[in-house]
């Protein structure tokens, strides 16, 4: 009979320390699983429509180029150095292929998301896959060397220069769209500063600035009102985001053109 | 004899039940602070860090690692 009473108490013990341990578990981990890092979701944030879908994928297919580039040149230093390069050649194809996907997803579609942040765990996987790969082929010290090397070379071409020109365009315009909204949230029929900011003459920071003084400068309970304003925007993007990614692990991560 | 076993089964019992209640509760308790404050204080710098969400980085990346 004892062992029966200790053997219960022995599982009411673990049932407890077992809930503790989930629930505290549960606060620290990540609720969305491995495919999508922190910083990924931070990047979704504005992807609620099609001007913030378009940045990001506009953006990702700048970092693939930019590898890309970078692995040609890398080849090139090796044939030059007579190593074989065979494998390496292949990833960037995988690579080229990719950003063919990345160019032609579809920024209006509901699964942006989705094809997103699947084009971006491919180009981070065929990136480490070609690091690994050079690893092999060389020691720490060459590697060094190669990097100063590519880093020249990159800088002298300026094939980046013209997706760096489009990014800002739409970054402006995203940020020009905020502001609008949130000089009509304070009230402040003056949009000089947002004309100022879309012409480029006045910093990010600047017209941010501009809008803090605005509202610091307002009683309490309207700073208030305004602040539960921009909050609840930021809040609704938030679960937005992750609404997405929940949605994405019901129906796993595939990507495709829509 | 028994009745101290029993008594103290009960007493853990007890302890499992408000452990699960206060557990379910903080984490009502703690999505509500997520989504909403009944504390009307809004310092300078709680705008200022909503006002910085709002917008995107002009020198934000995307980045997807090294290739070398």
Known sequence: MRKIYSLLIGLVLLISISSIVLV???????????????????????????????????????????????????????????????ELESILTEMKALLEEVKTANTSSNESVQIFVSLKNESKNLTTQFRETMRGLLNDTSLSELRVRIKEMLNASDQLENYNKRIINLIRTFNGNQLYRLYGLVGEANSSFVNEYLNGTLPLNETKLQLCKIINEMTKEKKYEIFSEIKGENIRRQIHAQ????HMGDHGNGHGKH | MNKKIISIFFLLIIFASIALAYNYFNQNSTDEKQYGSSDKTVTDSDVASQIDDTFIGEDSEIEIGEMV
């Open chain 1, 24 to 86: 505290k578990a549960d606060d620290n981990g990540n609720h969305y699983g491995k495919d999508v890092d922190n910083e990924t979701e931070k990047e979704i944030k504005i992807m609620n429509n099609s001007l913030g879908a378009e940045i990001r994928l506009l953006q990702l297919e700048k970092a693939l180029l930019k590898n890309i580039l970078k692995g040609e040149m890398t080849v090139q230093v090796l044939i030059g150095l007579n190593f074989t390069t065979t």
């Open chain 1, 243 to 246: 609404n997405e990614i929940e």
